[in-house]
């Protein structure tokens, strides 16, 4: 049963304003698809429009509910060992427990002091400066499935931004360049505060986060296949690597095939994240882990 984080704001200002941030470019962009881009791409001229038109607003519409649903997932679901119960018997003699002196506890292996948080974290992967929490073993799903469809709804609204903007634009100029590249200067500076403008700027920042995403989907697919953090990766060890399909169920629950559907399908993650298993213990690939 997944437990909800108590504070979820995040404390430090700039962590603050990149939250707002996302959670204000991600409708903003939405409405801009299906409000703007879409009437004007699909207007009725040609056979079929009108089909394509509701087609592509359901699809962008289900990719958006996953975007945004995978991401308060991220959010909301604690990955902290605040709530566990340690017996400190056992943990003392177990190999990769270890003293947190900020937290005064004994922390289990994996799990690291993150000082944002204020709290060691299982599994911890990383802090996360766009949601201001960290990401760790119990919200890695979402994180990831986060990650999946930004990059999905990303490349879905480059396409179409990409035929409106420049089906827009009468002749090219290089200052056309110079408003994708640097859209916000121009909007703030009062150089051009015209809607278009506003339309160069989420082209651009459709173009930004596709590639941030892809990047990033990239960098965690690596990771999560193998069973490591990026902490472990730059110390180079791999211990927890059992072979595909339970790194895969170690990362995304037992359900990870499903979880692509819907953000709410529940995917129940083979343990409580404290004791993991090492290669020798999975000998052979496929192993049930229990
Ligand atoms: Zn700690
Ligand atoms: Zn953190």
Redesign the pocket.
């Known amino acids: 049963m997944l437990r909800f984080r108590d504070r979820v704001l995040p404390k430090i200002l700039s962590e603050l304003v990149a939250l707002g941030f996302v959670f204000f470019i991600i409708p903003a962009i939405y409405i801009f698809e299906l409000a703007v881009v879409l009437p004007a791409v699909y207007d009725g001229k040609k056979e079929f429009d009108k089909f394509w038109f509701y087609f592509h607003s359901v699809c962008g519409t289900y990719v958006m509910f996953n975007v945004v649903g995978n991401l308060i997932g991220v959010i909301l679901v604690d990955t902290s060992?605040k709530h566990l119960i340690v017996d400190t018997k056992m943990a003392s003699s177990s190999a990769g427990w270890h003293y947190?002196s900020?937290?005064e506890?004994l922390?289990p292996p994996r799990s690291?002091?993150c000082s944002q948080c204020n709290?060691?974290i299982l599994k911890r992967e990383h802090h996360c400066g766009f949601t201001g929490c960290c990401i760790g073993y119990n919200n890695f799903r979402f994180f990831y499935l986060f990650l999946a469809y930004l990059f999905l709804a990303t490349i879905y609204a480059t396409y179409f931004n990409h035929y409106y903007i420049w089906s827009q634009v009468i002749e090219f100029e290089w200052s056309h360049i110079l408003r994708i590249v640097m859209p916000l200067t121009i909007l703030f500076f009062g150089i051009d505060t015209s809607f278009t403008q506003l339309y160069f700027f989420y082209y651009s920042i459709t173009m930004i986060g596709c590639c941030f995403s892809g990047v990033l989907l990239y960098q965690q697919s690596n990771l999560a296949f193998f069973n490591q953090t990026s902490w472990e990766r730059d110390k180079g060890t791999n211990d927890h690597d059992c072979g595909v399909m339970h790194n895969i169920r170690d990362a995304l629950g037992r359900r990870w095939h499903l979880i692509w559907l819907c953000p709410f399908l529940q995917s129940p993650l083979p343990h409580k994240g404290i004791k993991w298993m090492t290669r020798d213990q999975v000998p052979l690939e496929g192993t049930k882990n229990k």
């Open positions: 060992v947190c900020f937290c506890t922390s690291w002091h709290t060691c």
